[in-house]
């Protein structure tokens, strides 16, 4: 039995730093691939919210040109003039 013991605790203390040595390997490959993908995806949030940011400001301009048609327009001004009487 004590044979048994001491094959035993040779192998743990073979087996227990190895499989302590791949245990770690393993999740800083885990941590390192997810990192990557949450960038990859704050990448995407950002050039999405870029775009729509991008799109918003497009539809502000058109709608500011259209504002300065109509303020400009004479027949707004005379609207002005007789609703000023």
Do not use: H
């Not at 995806?41 to 504002?67: A, F, G, I, P, Y």
């Amino acid at each position: 039995m004590t044979e048994a013991l001491e094959l035993f605790g040779i192998m743990m203390a073979i087996m227990l730093p190895v499989s302590l040595i791949v245990f770690i390997t393993e999740y800083f490959k885990y941590k390192k691939s997810t990192q990557a993908q949450l960038g990859k995806l704050r990448k995407e949030v950002d050039l999405n919210s870029t775009k729509e940011l991008q799109d918003e400001v497009m539809q502000l301009r058109e709608r500011v040109v259209v504002l300065e048609r109509i303020v400009t327009d004479n027949s707004f001004e005379v609207e002005r003039k007789i609703q000023s009487l």
